[in-house]
């Protein structure tokens, strides 16, 4: 499959806490992207890291990749109740239009 | 527009029948793509355009589906003969750029339901 895992599936966890969700994928990739989708919303982009990019943040969201192992890490620090939602990474390869995961639905409770 | 305007919000259709969904896109984004998405799914990719062209329609289920943009702005999925597998939230997107290497900017959806 051209489209990136989530893991986990789910996630729970306090408000001030950290939640981390990684994404592994299986073919080469310009840049990896990662969406935020409220229920019954439509998805909000995130942040881009390219494929030559390591490690890149963005006020609270830490993002890192790992080409070598094919993998992308999404780090959400200090997590509020409004951070609940499903969250998305999406690959862009030349030539075609970003393909999505799964997605992680992440529940922060206070 | 500020965003991506998608209309209708919802919509209810009986089995057979044909229904035509609208995108209105950010002004001056080049690119326009249409995902589905299943319930608890993430969104599967349908088709894109750039400007008026329609680049890749690989994702298209069937030849129920069809897609426009005519003028290179506004765009239409229309479903013919819809069956109950194609209820889901048809999402449309727009970019700035050519295949949206920079990120894309989405509508909410419009949330199909065949009975």
């Known amino acids: 499959s051209q489209q990136g895992e989530e893991d986990p599936q789910a996630l729970s966890i306090q408000e001030g806490e950290n939640a981390t969700m990684n994404c592994s994928y299986k073919?080469?990739?310009?840049?990896l992207q990662w969406y935020r989708q409220n229920s019954g919303r439509g998805l909000v982009h995130l942040i881009l890291?390219?494929?030559?990019?390591r490690e890149k943040h963005s006020g609270r969201l830490r993002v890192t990749l790992d080409t070598s192992k094919k993998s992308s890490s999404l780090l959400i620090t200090a997590s509020r109740a409004a951070d609940t939602a499903s969250y998305f990474c999406?690959?862009?390869?030349?030539?075609?239009?970003?393909?999505f995961g799964k997605g992680t639905t992440l529940s922060v409770s206070s | 527009g500020a965003g991506v305007s998608q209309s209708p919000r919802y919509k209810v259709a009986k089995r057979g029948q044909d229904v035509a969904l609208r995108c209105d896109p950010i002004?001056?984004?080049?690119?326009l793509f249409w995902y589905q998405q299943a319930l608890g799914q993430g969104p599967e990719f349908l088709t894109y355009?750039?400007?008026?062209?329609?680049?890749?329609k690989s994702g298209l289920p069937s030849d129920r589906f069809f897609a426009e943009r005519p003028e290179g702005s506004v765009s239409t999925l229309k479903i013919q003969r819809t069956q109950q597998e194609d209820s889901a939230v048809y999402l449309c997107?727009?970019?700035?750029?050519?295949?949206?290497?920079?990120?894309?900017?989405f509508g909410s959806g419009t949330r199909l339901t065949v009975v």
């Open positions: 999406a690959l862009h390869q030349a030539g075609t239009a970003l393909i």
């Open positions: 890291i390219r494929s030559n990019e």
């Open positions: 997107a727009s970019s700035l750029d050519g295949q949206g290497a920079g990120g894309y900017t």
């Open positions: 073919t080469s990739i310009n840049n």
């Open positions: 002004s001056g984004h080049v690119s």
């Open positions: 355009f750039q400007n008026e062209a329609q680049l890749d």
